[in-house]
């Protein structure tokens, strides 16, 4: 694990959580890792965003923290309680790294705890895409054990232009968690 690298669960906001998530996810939306976002919202927007966030049920928060900052989050969504037939599985969604916090190993271990806590949770199937321009993320997905099952040719209008989405699982029970982070 590198110097002054965490990742954790949020139950519940700090007092300056929102404020450095919001700028960590204005930073990555501007990049072109927005989670969505082509162009940051106005700050109320993304605030009450985050806020919504750790009111839902079926979603769960993950911060990745760069010597004490928050710079990246992921969250690990599970399906709604009247879904029984898909009750076995959960998606990582929304997984991001701040511009200037990469290249620290952050992507890599929000993946993981994200993970951990699926396998945890009982689940079996572990969800998620991206856009086909999210090439570090689909490598890292690829060396994580995710499996690329689909690609979707209209997954994201934008600038003007379609962009594909990659479609990608992996299979909790047959593989084994992924190993700890060194020291």
Known sequence: MATGTNVQMVEKFGESDVEELCEAANLAILDGGGFGWLEPPPRQTLEAYWRGVMLVPERELFVARLNG????????????????????????????IAPWARGHGLARQLTREVELRARKRKFRILNLDVRETQTRAIKLYQELGFDHWATHPHYAFVQGKWTKGLFFFKNLLDTDPPPAEPE
Not at 75 to 91: D, G, I, T, W, Y
């Open 69 to 96: 900052i928050i710079c990246g989050s992921a969250q690990l969504v599970s399906p709604p309680r009247n879904n029984e037939a898909q009750k076995h599985s959960a998606s990582l969604m929304h997984s991001f």
